[in-house]
Nanobody, 130 residues
């Protein structure tokens, strides 16, 4: 079983940066695709960014493209989400999630739905003030 623990959230002013980390238990980590999701109060959970374990393929939601960067260090069993140029609408609880299987896509289809991920962390709060 994969266990995930997020860290790095906090309060930041608009335009600022944060780096989230997702530390995973070693078992099967390097066989799992990882995604970051977020959920704001009263809204549905949405996929933010995803990374494959095998070839480093990445995917970004349009709302964060150009501002967020996902990366992983399989040797450290950690995935990072560097968030720059933060906006108040980025305020949410951020979750990392693991999908059994190394790829975030099958052909042209990308696995970005929450039900497509098998293991979840507890979340970390990100608050961006205006």
């Amino acid at each position: 079983e994969v266990r995930l623990v997020e860290s790095g959230g906090g309060l930041v002013q608009a335009g600022g940066s944060l780096r989230l980390s997702c530390a995973a238990s070693k078992f099967t980590f390097d066989e799992c695709a990882i995604g970051w999701f977020r959920q704001a109060p009263g809204k549905e959970r949405e996929g933010v960014s995803f990374i494959s374990s095998s070839d480093g393929t990445t995917y970004y939601a349009d709302s964060v493209k150009g501002r967020f960067t996902i990366s992983r260090d399989n040797a450290k069993n950690t995935v990072y989400l560097q968030m720059n140029s933060l906006k108040p609408e980025d305020t949410a609880v951020y979750f990392c999630a693991a999908r059994v299987g190394p790829m975030i896509r099958s052909g042209s289809y990308y696995f970005t739905k929450s039900y497509e991920y098998d293991y979840w962390g507890q979340g970390t709060q990100v608050t961006v003030s205006s």
